[in-house]
Structures are given as C-alpha cells and as structure tokens.
Nanobody, 112 residues
Framework: QVQLVESGGGLVQAGGSLRLSCATS????????MRWFRQAPGKEREFVAI????????DYADSVKGRFTVSRENAKNTVYLQMNNLKPEDTAVYYC?????WGQGTQVTVSS
C-alpha cells in the first residue's frame, strides 16, 4: 500500500525558512511526478510545486517561484520542499501528492 507522510511543518516568523519532507513507501517511485499542494483556511487546495522522479525537472506556482525549492532523494524515496523568505500568506496545510495518493498534510504557520 502506498503511503505518503509529510513532516517539517511548524510556526515561523515572516522571512524565515522551513523544510518539508514527504517520505514515501509501498512501491518504487520511479515514474510520474511528486507534487506539493497547500490549502489555507477557507480556500481551495492549490498547486505549489512539482518534481519528476526520473529526471528531476521542476516547476512552481508563480506565488512561490524564487522562494521555494523542491528536490528529491531517490534512494530514500523522499521529496523535500525548501521554503525560504516565508510570508504570512504561505500559511496553510501542505500536502504531497503522487497520482491519486495524498499525505495527511503538515501545518505551516507564518506569523507577521
């Protein structure tokens, strides 16, 4: 059974940094791509970043370009989201996604 487990969320002041991790298990994640999404209170879930397992190519939502970096460690089947220069509007629950599978989410709160 595929499992995705996020960690690394927390409370940080504006301008600070956090690194989220998404540990995967249950199969070999060598195909398709891993995505990060986030959902703020009262808002729809939105795309944040994507990384290909095979070639490491990435893409980002305009709102996080230049501040967030997604990476992968294939040997550990783990994907990371490095978040720098955090803003209050980045406050949300962050989820990793692979196909139809979702993690449970990790809360990120940025205080002003």
């Amino acid at each position: 059974q595929v499992q995705l487990v996020e960690s690394g969320g927390g409370l940080v002041q504006a301008g600070g940094s956090l690194r989220l991790s998404c540990a995967t298990s249950g199969r070999t994640f060598s195909t398709y791509a891993m995505r990060w999404f986030r959902q703020a209170p009262g808002k729809e879930r939105e795309f944040v970043a994507i990384i290909s397992w095979s070639d490491g190519s990435t893409d980002y939502a305009d709102s996080v370009k230049g501040r967030f970096t997604v990476s992968r460690e294939n040997a550990k089947n783990t994907v990371y989201l490095q978040m720098n220069n955090l803003k209050p509007e980045d406050t949300a629950v962050y989820y990793c996604n692979w196909g139809s599978y979702w993690g449970q989410g990790t809360q990120v709160t940025v205080s002003s």
